[in-house]
Antibody, heavy 122, light 107 residues
Framework: EVQLVESGGGLVQAGGSLRLSCEVS????????MSWVRQAPGKGLEWVSV????????YYADSVKGRFTVFRDDSKNTLYLQMTSLRVEDTAIYYC???????????????WGQGTLVTVSS | DIQMTQSPSSLSASVGDRVTIACRTS??????LNWYQQKPGKAPNLLIY???NLRSGVPSRFSGSGYGTDFTLTISNLQPEDFATYYC?????????FGPGTKVDIK
């Protein structure tokens, strides 16, 4: 069974940093791209970032570019999202999701983790 | 960036109804359109991928269609467990934008 478990969320002040983790099991991690998607309280889904299998390609939403970094450790079956210069508007549940292919485009997200809540206070 | 719209933003329906949700993109995305269902307090779940392919395990009352810029999710014979919010998402180019969502609730 494929499982994704996020951790690392919490309360942080604006301008601070946080690192999210997503530990996976049940599939060959290095063979798939992985994505981060967030959802602000009561709002819709916003794609944040994707990293290809083998870390060849990374892409970001304009809203986080230059502040967030996605990376992965295939030896630990873990995906990460390093978040710096956090803003109040980054407050959201952050989900990791398995892409359907190794490279970022033309994929779908399945499954998703349960999410981890990041709260940025002013 | 590719802009996504969904209509309606919400709808009320009864068990047994047929429901149709539309998703439109600002430019052609071929068939690279996915549909997700999200229930309150839960992570989204994939329903349909590449416009019309039903994810394994998803009931056959869900179906998707469309190509280019106009897509549709149809739920035939609406069941109590289908009351949720539905999102479309394009995977044609980054950023992989989501539609604003359609909330389906009980009439």
């Amino acid at each position: 069974e494929v499982q994704l478990v996020e951790s690392g969320g919490g309360l942080v002040q604006a301008g601070g940093s946080l690192r999210l983790s997503c530990e996976v099991s049940g599939f060959t991690f290095s063979s798939f791209a992985m994505s981060w998607v967030r959802q602000a309280p009561g709002k819709g889904l916003e794609w944040v970032s994707v990293i290809s299998g083998s870390s060849t390609y990374t892409y970001y939403a304009d809203s986080v570019k230059g502040r967030f970094t996605v990376f992965r450790d295939d030896s630990k079956n873990t995906l990460y999202l390093q978040m710096t210069s956090l803003r109040v508007e980054d407050t959201a549940i952050y989900y990791c999701a398995k892409d359907s292919g190794k490279y970022p485009t033309y994929n779908w997200f399945d499954p998703w983790g349960q999410g981890t809540l990041v709260t940025v206070s002013s | 960036d590719i802009q996504m719209t969904q209509s309606p933003s919400s709808l009320s329906a009864s068990v047994g109804d047929r429901v149709t949700i539309a998703c439109r993109t600002s430019q052609s995305i071929s068939s690279y359109l996915n549909w997700y269902q999200q229930k309150p307090g839960k992570a989204p779940n994939l329903l349909i991928y590449t416009a019309s392919n039903l994810r394994s395990g998803v009931p056959s009352r869900f179906s998707g269609s469309g190509y280019g810029t106009d897509f549709t999710l149809t739920i035939s014979n609406l069941q109590p467990e289908d009351f949720a919010t539905y999102y479309c998402q394009q995977s044609f180019s980054t950023p992989f934008t989501f539609g604003p969502g359609t909330k389906v609730d009980i009439k």
